[in-house]
């Protein structure tokens, strides 16, 4: 790599380390280390950007090639962003990918964009010596910061994308970080390099696959997205096992969460913007004021007490939708004022949860039992009583096997 290139990407990462520790998200000084060491431009040598708008189809695209130099501006800005990067498309081979623009397909992998990817590794209390597993590391940016802060050898991905772990692995290599890259099914863990200090997975799941929660070493700790239909409230899991062995987890309610895994679907309201601006619905007063964003007990309680609903972000006020009902209610545009539409009417079931989750004691985070061994119930709890709020975890054996 020439000179000025080296100067210009240890430039941008300080820039971007500054950044994230003026914002408070970067506490860490381990992990602040290992972002100001590890050239991130080697893990993602390209990127994808969108050229549509939402709803097009195809989706029109373009491929920045940083080793191009009209290209390489606008991708060393983009990779030291706060947005996520776009990878791979219909899971294509990542050898010699052409430059500029292309048309159709979807994106089947990308890297998690940095804010989240530094919480993450922080709630992981990262440490050097510590056994690590990265259950869908994608281009393996998580992965390397995880072994330049556990050391050489003891970091190891599962990734289910023969094209995807191959790039990755060729990838660390340069970085001679001592992490390895294994093609496999996630959600099978790695048993051959159990048990595991740290476990932290990259995908979201529906609840914990069993050999997570088996593979975790006493004192250990696991960190997941637990996903529903519902991209707009994801929840975070962490587990944990004590030096006896026992097994706790607090599931807590974040404002982003990664993407589920391979054949879950998420609802979108996508489809009914334009209906909704032409016709909001009905009008009628409500008690409840919109509860804010930042509410994420409640929300992550609505995604799984209201289920099939899903909020469309860019709307004016809130709007939230439930597609498969052909329904939705709009919030505002005054805080006692909400307009329905279709036969579920969405909103008396938000303001008979938010009843619920106040006197359950507006719960931020809840408990989840995972002691049954066969993954076929856990149960998700707020606290004891006849008020409190609880659910059950949808099962994984409803969720497509990722075969390499």
Same mark, same amino acid.
């Given at each position: ?51 549509? @708008? ?83 590391? @994608? ?60 476990? /932290? ?70 489809? /009914? ?132």
């Amino acid at each position: 790599m020439a000179l000025d290139l080296r100067t210009a990407t240890s430039r941008r990462r300080a820039d971007m380390v500054d950044r994230l520790t003026a914002d408070g998200v970067l506490t860490d000084s381990l992990l602040r280390d290992a972002l100001l060491r590890l050239p991130r431009e080697i893990l993602l040598p390209h990127a994808y950007v969108r050229v549509s @708008g939402p709803g097009a189809d195809p989706i029109d695209w373009r491929l920045l090639d940083g080793s191009h130099p009209d290209d390489r501006q606008e991708w060393l800005e983009l990779i030291h962003s706060d947005e996520s990067i776009l990878l791979q498309r219909n899971g294509e081979p990542l050898d010699a990918l052409p430059r500029g623009p292309v048309t159709g397909g979807h994106m089947t992998s990308m890297s998690t964009y940095t804010p989240a990817t530094v919480e993450a590794l922080q709630a992981m209390e990262l440490a050097s010596g510590q056994r690590y597993l990265e259950l869908g590391p @994608g281009p393996g940016v998580s992965l390397a910061l995880a072994a330049a802060i556990t050391g050489p050898g003891l970091a190891t991905g599962v990734e289910r994308d023969g094209p995807m772990a191959a790039f990755a692995q060729r990838n660390l290599d340069r970085l001679d970080v001592g992490a390895e890259v294994i093609e496999g099914d996630a959600l099978e863990g790695h048993e051959a390099r159990a048990p595991y200090d740290r476990i /932290h997975s990259g995908i979201g799941v529906p609840c914990v696959p069993v050999p997570w929660v088996e593979q975790l070493a006493p004192g250990g700790r696991l960190l997941t997205t637990l996903v529903t239909r519902t991209p707009s409230w994801p929840g975070q899991l962490l587990v944990t096992r004590s030096a006896s062995g026992t097994v706790e987890a607090v599931l807590r309610g974040r404002p982003r969460g990664y993407r589920p895994l391979l054949g879950y679907r998420w609802l979108n309201a996508l489809d /009914h913007r334009a209906r909704i601006k032409d016709d909001p619905g009905t009008a009628r007063s409500t008690p409840l004021t919109p509860p804010p964003d930042d509410a994420y007990g409640f929300w992550l309680a609505a995604a799984y007490l209201a289920p099939g609903l899903v909020r469309d972000f860019q709307a004016g006020t809130m709007t939230i939708v439930a597609p498969e009902d052909d329904s939705w209610a709009v919030a505002g545009p005054d805080d006692d004022t909400v307009r329905i539409h279709g036969p579920r009417d969405v909103w008396t079931e938000l303001e008979d949860l938010h009843t619920r989750w106040e006197e359950a004691g507006r719960p931020e985070q809840y408990r989840v039992d995972l002691r049954d061994s066969s993954g076929a119930a856990q149960h998700v709890t707020s606290g004891a009583g006849p008020k409190a709020l609880a659910w059950m975890l949808p099962p994984l054996a409803a969720v497509p096997r990722q075969t390499p």
